[in-house]
Each structure stands twice: as C-alpha cells, then as structure tokens.
C-alpha cells in the first residue's frame, strides 16, 4: 500500500498524526472530531495594563485532525466574579482564518473599567458549530490612568 500526500502548511501535531496515519489501516482507524483546542496566551496573568493604552490580546489555536474551517473567533473579557458568576464582556468578533492550527493578535484598547481581577476568554467556534474556549490562567490589573 501506498499513501501520496501534498502538504502546504505543517504543524507539529499535523505532522504527527499524518505520519502516524500512515501506519493505521483505514479500516481501523477512527476518526472522532472534537472542538478545537484554544489557548490564551496574553493576557494570562499578572499583567498591568493602563486605561487607554493598548495592549495586544494573544491566543492559539488547533485541531489537528480532521480539518475544520473557523467561523469566527470571540473575544471577551470580564473585570472579575460578582457573587462567584463571571460577566463576559464582548470586545471583538473575528472571522477569515482558515487554518486547523493558527496564532493571532488583537490590539485592544483598554477600557476605563479599573480591576485588579480581571481575565480574557477566547472563543474559537468552527463551521460545523463546535467550540473550543480559554480563560486567562491568572488575573490581570487594569489601572487607572
């Protein structure tokens, strides 16, 4: 048996899985889709951030296998828990990516709504409706100016 493939872009966990593909037979193998894995990378804890400024929002994403197309990205943020519930607050909706596993920037500017606990989450939600969601690890601090 033979197996031919044509690769544009690699990612370590594409390439492994295409590698590892390559020694299962098809008839055995079994593909179970899942939502993509998100991870926030900043703000992820400990940062100072001033009202006004901006400051870049980080994150990543992948699903290595099968491959999905991204909807759009949500980003949100909250200043911290009211009686243990966290209030989310949009800040951006994103679409246009179309890679399994991607990294992207957002410039946001900080709003004027001081807190020393807040955290961002990221929501990345496929075309076939699955989401794959972070939360910063730690709080980080708007300040005022």
Wanted: some cysteine.
């Amino acid at each position: 048996m033979s197996v031919s493939t044509e690769i544009t872009f690699v990612g370590p966990i594409l390439l492994t899985l295409l590698i590892l593909a390559a020694f299962i037979p098809m008839a055995e193998a079994q593909v179970i889709p899942g939502p993509p894995k998100v991870i926030v990378m900043s703000p992820n804890g400990g940062e100072v951030w001033k009202v006004g400024s901006v400051q870049k929002i980080k994150f990543s994403w992948v699903r290595a296998f099968p491959p999905m197309i991204v909807k759009r990205i949500d980003i949100y943020y909250s200043t911290g828990p009211v009686n243990g519930v966290w209030k989310w607050t949009i800040i951006a909706t994103l679409s246009g990516y179309r890679l399994q596993v991607g990294y992207a920037e957002y410039s946001w500017t900080i709003p004027n709504t001081p807190s020393t606990s807040c955290k961002v989450r990221v929501d990345v939600i496929e075309a076939l409706g699955m989401r794959g969601s972070d939360i910063s690890d730690r709080p980080f601090t708007i300040k005022s100016r």
